[in-house]
């Protein structure tokens, strides 16, 4: 793992276990391992995407960066404005407070996020009310400097988010998370409650302003086109693991999980004389509950051979900076974007 200066965020070995309770006294008889071991890092100017099936633990590895929740084991390293590296996983609540200025969280769902009896000012400047950054004439000017950021017209800051559509009020959502400049934002599904349309411009918004404003962004979505399109680097989560990690491109065409490549064999390509090879995956995802033994992807593995079944692959660098969790990963030869036939 990185170590070095441009490294803003270094999660290691993170654990989140959720209590399974059941009976009438509620004993704890089992635990859902929504993020199972998890490591990686982000730079500081980078986006990095998280991507996996639904119920895979990405949003929770977000939310446990955040602390909001109590992460059962592991690191998570922040290199704060002043240099300083803190591990937010041990800090308390009392010393987190500071910091939840600098991380912010964008959330995937435009529609409830809002709240429908608050105007755009009021909901763009309760941050700012709350952490007591800014109040009166100075504050209504940097509501419409942030409303103008997104593309929003300064002057409809006194409506309501009912009047706005489902692209508008992402955008209001993300004027209220810069409304405190912060350095790292954990981005949870921003455009997948929108139609396909909206989803390209919020993108391309999300791009500008990470250059514009130097923003440090993790990018959490179920959709691989989606996240290929923003992230320079890409993360792969299979049941509460990760599973391959490298540059976008790199991941895109040379990858080097069966799970990777599966997903990438269901992006349609740009081009449509291209046909697809597309991998069907047999069975369901496992329970985050009950994982398989060995490798977790086995019962879904084209390629598994006798040690999947019993030994756990660990993440390990195959290649410069390209990360896999495959016994096989050196020896597989891959389809990736382009070589679809
Ligand atoms: Fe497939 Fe085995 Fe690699 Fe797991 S370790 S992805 S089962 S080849």
Redesign the pocket.
């Known amino acids: 793992m990185e170590t070095d200066q441009s490294v803003i965020l270094e999660v290691r070995g993170l654990r989140q276990y959720f209590p399974i309770r059941q009976g009438f006294f509620r004993r704890t008889t089992g635990h859902i391992k929504a993020v199972d071991g998890v490591s990686f890092f982000i730079r500081e100017n980078e986006i990095l995407g998280l991507v996996g099936e639904s119920g895979c633990g990405k949003t929770t590895t977000g939310r446990a960066i955040l602390r909001l929740y109590d992460p059962t084991a592991g690191e998570v390293w922040y290199r704060k404005r002043d240099g300083e590296r803190v591990d937010i996983a041990r800090i308390s609540q009392q010393e987190m407070k500071p910091l939840r200025r600098e991380l912010r969280m964008i959330f995937q769902d435009p529609y409830s996020s809002l709240n429908p009896r608050f105007t755009v000012k009021d909901i763009i400047g309760e941050p700012l009310v709350i952490h007591g950054v800014i109040r009166g004439r100075e504050m209504e000017d940097r509501i419409a400097e942030l409303m103008l950021a997104v593309g929003l017209d300064p002057d409809y800051m006194v409506r309501y988010t009912h009047e706005f559509s489902g692209g508008q009020r992402q955008r209001i959502g993300l004027a209220r998370t810069l409304s405190l400049s912060p350095r790292l934002i954990i981005a949870d599904e921003p455009v997948s409650a929108l139609d396909v349309s909206i989803q390209a411009q919020v993108l391309n918004l999300l791009q500008e302003l990470r250059m514009d404003l130097g923003l440090t962004l993790l990018f959490v979505a179920h959709d691989l086109s989606v996240v290929e399109h923003v992230s320079d680097r890409i993360a792969v989560m299979y049941v509460g693991k990760l ?1 391959e990690m490298a540059e976008t491109e790199v991941l895109l065409g040379q990858p080097l ?3 990777t490549e599966a997903l990438i064999s269901a992006v349609p390509p740009a081009d449509p004389d291209i046909r697809l090879d597309r991998i069907i995956l047999a069975g369901d995802v496992p329970s985050s509950a009950n994982p398989p033994p ?5 019962p879904r ?5 006798d ?2 079944l019993v030994e756990e ?1 660990q993440l390990a660098e195959i290649r410069p900076g390209h990360y896999a ?5 050196a020896e ?1 030869s891959l389809q990736g974007i382009g070589e679809q036939a």
């Open positions: 599973v999980h069966p799970y060995g490798c977790v992807f086995h593995c084209r390629y598994a051979r040690v999947c692959p969790s495959c016994h096989c990963a597989l």
